[in-house]
């Protein structure tokens, strides 16, 4: 039986249960570490407020979460594992790096793409430096409107280490854009689709572009509800609901791409931007999208195939 890496051990997909597919406990982006001007990071009171959070959303029938963090953004495997073991959450962490423009790239920019085919391989084989914690998923990203020549190594870097190891691949869009050329290049290197979630793919309400990726038999993540300064939940949702409506929800992951927490500076909340993401919590789900499907006809059913069923069936493929 296939057993996927978690940060605390390995499980069986039946056993993930109802899992969010792209929450981040912690997000620093390079350079965090420099800013000598905000107090310093206090890991204690981080590790309680995310352990606090996992316990509400357990309450709320929440059994496991992907944080597919990359390797360069503030990734913290250690803290990630405190936070399962203290809420009984299951947590999956990454491997991968993120696309050019907010990545840290000085290093992997000169490295061929069998070098870090083999970082991947290693941090899911042996582990995470010393932690003996593996990774479980492959994450890799694109910027808007086009894939540059760095981010292209990457995704055919994921796509090696997951035919060499099995893990399936995650990914990043900017607003709906570059997912369909995401495809291509996974495709090209062999990737059977089944074990590819295009995400943000919610950034766009373009069925178009839902059903040209969906035909191809990969996942599409919903992953951003919350988020609406970047695309308007009421417009996620009536993407959600018509694609759901015409049998794809067996295709689907929801989720919200939430920070618990910032290292360093998070996002410069103005109040007007307080406005548009006050929804954005990995509650939401459970809280206001489910009953919006509901209330839009949406049988249990396929509400489960969402959260529970498409996540086992994506680490099981
Ligand atoms: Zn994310």
Request: glycine share 10%; net charge negative; with cysteine.
């Amino acid at each position: 039986m296939k057993q996927i890496n978690t940060v605390t051990g390995t499980v069986s997909p039946e056993k993930l249960g109802t899992t969010l597919m792209h929450e981040h406990l912690l997000i620093g982006w390079a350079g965090w570490e420099l800013d000598c001007a905000v107090p310093k990071f206090e890991r204690k009171s981080a590790l309680k407020n995310c352990v606090e959070q996992l316990k509400q959303l357990k309450d709320m029938g929440l059994e496991s979460m992907i944080d597919p963090c990359p390797m360069d953004i503030g990734r913290d495997v250690t803290f990630m594992g405190e936070v399962a073991s203290a809420s009984g959450v299951n947590i999956v962490c990454a491997t991968g790096l993120y696309k050019e423009d907010l990545g840290n790239t000085a290093y992997f920019k000169q490295r061929t793409i069998e070098d870090i085919t083999e970082v991947y391989v290693s941090e899911i084989t042996k582990g995470i430096g010393d932690t003996g914690i593996k990774a479980g998923i492959i994450k890799c990203a694109t910027g808007k409107d086009k894939i540059t020549p760095y981010e292209e190594n990457l995704l055919r870097a994921a796509s090696r280490a997951h035919k060499r190891t099995g893990v399936p691949i995650t990914t990043h869009t900017d607003e709906g854009t570059m997912g369909r050329e995401q495809l291509d290049i996974f495709a090209s290197e062999g990737v059977d689709l089944s074990h590819v979630i295009i995400g943000h793919s919610c950034g766009s309400s373009d069925l178009r572009y839902h059903t040209d990726m969906l035909d191809k038999g990969c996942f599409l993540g919903f992953d951003r509800f919350g988020l609406d300064f970047l695309h308007p939940d009421r417009l996620r949702l009536a993407a959600l609901i018509g694609l759901v409506g015409v049998g794809f929800e067996q295709q689907i992951v929801l989720s919200h791409d939430s920070v618990a927490c910032w290292l360093g500076r998070g996002l410069d909340v103005t109040p007007q931007l307080a406005r548009m993401i006050e929804n954005w919590k990995p509650s939401h789900v459970f809280q206001n999208i489910v009953p919006a499907l509901r209330k839009a006809g949406v049988a249990q059913p396929k509400i489960d195939a969402m959260l529970v069923g498409n996540p086992r069936r994506y680490f099981q493929n």
